[in-house]
């Protein structure tokens, strides 16, 4: 299939680029970017960050405006626009007819756009029946959740349908990639932390929330477990980390219970051969060093979610940390993910 990516030319933008060389199913047939970049070769509109050789074909490409009439012959488009123009531009392309993959925040909590992660809610992608972008139902918006919701979802998931949830708290522990570029100035962040992250935790609670959810019809009965959050900034590069602590509504009787809940769960999309799924979605860490962003965000090409620390918690009742790759699967490779699962639905093709 023929897609194409708007945002092109910034971050996550750019790990689009990278992740989708070579995949099985996807080809980029067009890059779109701002006027300010439209018109340029790509290797001339873009400051490279990615730690592989930008590809040929992709460095002569010439980028677009993010325009539906200048993206004829594209089967759908991903979006890494910055929510400051994702709105509109999103909307355009929907109206347009044109399926929108995006990473970007502006429809997230719309009710009839699917938050999903395939593990989790694989079936919210009835949604997007329900939306009227375009008269014929051909153009339509699935968003993937913030780069924290994601992580902090899939560790969860296990616990809801074994245990359900009545509250959490929680502490990230994010890596400076999820700032884009140029990201969080150095005298800020080197041989520091920033203790809070503008913005982020307002999202926290609504997207788990949501993630977590049953569809009732065209429905969703969302969970309503209090969040509290605190979102800091650390210097480690890629991975985001959580500490969570959570008051269950039935309590495991020991960690082997807990530990049981993430052995024991059946993954819905196990079987649907996904090039971009993990062969194994949970790494429980025995040791109590690990997980480490450095050592373990790559792991299962960066979209395994890690687990270690499990353990009874003094305040509430269980205690554990979660970490996962920010860049790949809490963003361009989740995106990536979520169109593979649209495409052996039918929704995609």
Known sequence: MKVGILGATGA???KFIRLLQGHPWFEIEALGASERSAGKKYK???????DVVLPDYIKEKTVKNCDPAEFEGVDFVFSGLDSSVAGEIEKAFAEAGFPVISNAKN???DPTVPL???EINPDHIELIKTQSFSKDGSGWIVTNPNCVAVPLSLSLKPL???FGIEALILTTMQAVSGAGYPGVASLDILGNVVPYISGEEPKVGPE???LLSALNGTDLELPEFPVQA???RVPSINGHMISVTAKLENPPADVEELKAAYQNW???IADLELPFAPKSLYKLHEEEKYPQPRLHADWENGMQLHLGRMRKAEVFDVSFIAMAHNTIRGAAGGAILNAELLVKKGFLG
Not at 44 to 50: F, L, M, R
């Open 44 to 50: 001339q509109a873009a400051n490279w960050i990615e």
């Open 107 to 109: 429809y997230r909590q």
């Open 266 to 268: 059946k993954n819905p």
């Open 160 to 162: 809801y349908d074994a």
């Open 208 to 210: 788990t929330r949501k």
């Open 116 to 118: 999903l992660v395939p």
């Open 230 to 232: 605190t979102a800091t």
């Open 12 to 14: 996550v933008g750019q």
